[in-house]
């Protein structure tokens, strides 16, 4: 899924401070949340899914594993179930 396709789930993260799987977000990745938000030139790069944690974010902002919890364990295989 591209990152235009997740917008409201990125939204929903930053506001409520939590992955969709209801861990907190740390400071650094609330900062990558808005990081993705304001970036509208790559809206149409891949989002991309912590397999730990559950944060979803862009692929471009997560080059070392994620950035909530540090995870290597990354997919960017979305499905309709990963977002709202």
């Not at 809206?43 to 944690?53: E, G, S, V």
């Not at 471009?60 to 977002?83: A, M, R, Y």
Request: charged fraction near 25%; hydrophobic fraction near 35%.
């Amino acid at each position: 899924m591209k990152i235009s396709e997740v917008i409201k789930i990125l939204m929903a993260e930053q506001l409520f401070k939590r992955t969709p799987k209801g861990r907190k977000l740390t400071e650094f990745a609330i900062e990558n949340i808005v990081a993705a938000l304001e970036d509208k030139k790559n809206y149409d790069q891949q989002a991309i899914k912590c397999m730990n944690c559950g944060l979803i974010t862009s692929s471009l902002l997560v080059p070392e594993g994620c950035n909530n919890c540090g995870s290597k364990d990354l997919t960017t295989e979305l499905t309709q179930q990963d977002i709202l």
